[in-house]
């Protein structure tokens, strides 16, 4: 499976949170990233994404369809966002891809509990992502660390 996990991009501040939009810079973050992802994402894949408003205009700069997921709305925990992915298989319809546009901490928690056994808070840059694919060696499957990328770097 590949697992990408997108930060939504900088976002306005205010409340509610929910509502809060991209800024300029921030759209212009989500497009970029946007373009490089397209360039390489696997012919099938599925975009999951929160229901805050930032996180859902972060999706749509990748100008795909995409399933708005509760369980992943700020302040949601680990397990919302593997149940959500259905980790480690993804759905029959991601074909074994799943990019999840999400928040900050989780996605750090997630990203630190698949690579490294347990959940901390590692950071994770507005806008970036970081993919992860699992593999089989010997008796079992490791998770792996394909690329970690964010906006400036592209």
Do not use: C, F
């Amino acid at each position: 499976m590949n697992l990408i996990l997108w930060r939504h991009a900088e976002a306005e501040d205010g409340l509610p949170d929910d509502a809060r939009a991209l800024t300029g810079r921030g759209r212009k973050q989500a497009e970029k990233m946007a373009r490089w992802l397209l360039e390489r994402l696997p012919e099938q894949y599925e975009v999951i994404a929160s229901p805050a408003r930032r996180t859902r205009q972060t999706a749509d700069a990748l100008g795909v369809e995409y399933r708005v997921e509760r369980g992943l709305a700020p302040g949601a925990d680990v397990a919302h966002y593997l149940a959500a992915i259905e980790w480690p298989h993804g759905s029959a319809k991601s074909r074994g891809t799943v990019v999840v546009v999400g928040h900050q901490p989780t996605l750090g928690r997630v990203a630190s509990l698949l690579l490294a056994g347990s959940e901390m808070n590692w950071s994770v840059k507005k806008g970036a992502i970081w993919w992860l694919s699992t593999r089989e060696r010997g008796d079992g499957g490791e998770v792996v660390l394909r690329t970690v990328l964010a906006p400036e770097s592209i």
